[in-house]
């Protein structure tokens, strides 16, 4: 069973492209984030999502906008993808914004 | 602001214990975290310890918070070669949408 999914793994694309991550959780929780994650392992939060409404939007640019077409579902859309938006990214999902999050596996974008 | 520190690299023989120490620089957090990556894998949560304890047991963790110094620990009991990854503590600001600030992550690496 898993608790928190993303797809795909691996995306692997040009500069200039448009691309979205999908994420989904089956644990019933309210909250939804996307992190990421460096390539020296640094982790730090781009957006949460709290039934459906964005509470968290951390300086990321335009370039990046996420939705929530329900509250089992986080999506990360990219436009106009840079070289500098190769990382890995996790999204994860908590009962609510006080309690412990849960991690999906990672989507590691490459932009070449 | 928010900082959470750790150092980057342990390194401990097979059966020994492990101490990964987090310092944090902002006390109006509430649940402070260790999370465990293995290479190519997400985040798994390992343990969790509320602001107002100062020590919890889980099995081989062990995890003490000393509230007045910022200072946080997690120790692994009979350190095993599969406790080999990179280990994240984290901090979480509920009031500000479950913001989570993680440290640089400490790589621990166990020697048989």
Known sequence: DTA???TPKYLVTQMGNDK????E???GHDTMYWYKQDSKKFL???FSYNNKELIINETVPNRFSPKSPDKAHLNLHINSLE????AVYFCASSQDTAREQYFGPGTRLTVT | ???V???LFLSVREGDSSVINCTYTDSSSTYLYWYKQEPGAGLQLLTYIFSNMDMKQDQRLT???NKKDKHLSLRIADTQTGDSAIYFCAVLFYNQGGKLIFGQGTELSVKP
Request: net charge negative.
């Open chain 1, 4 to 6: 928190v999914s993303q």
């Open chain 1, 20 to 23: 979205s991550i999908k994420c």
């Open chain 1, 25 to 27: 959780q089956n644990l």
């Open chain 1, 44 to 46: 730090k939060i781009m």
């Open chain 1, 83 to 86: 070289l500098g938006d190769s």
């Open chain 2, 1 to 3: 602001g928010e900082d």
């Open chain 2, 5 to 7: 520190e750790q150092s």
């Open chain 2, 63 to 65: 995890v003490l918070l």
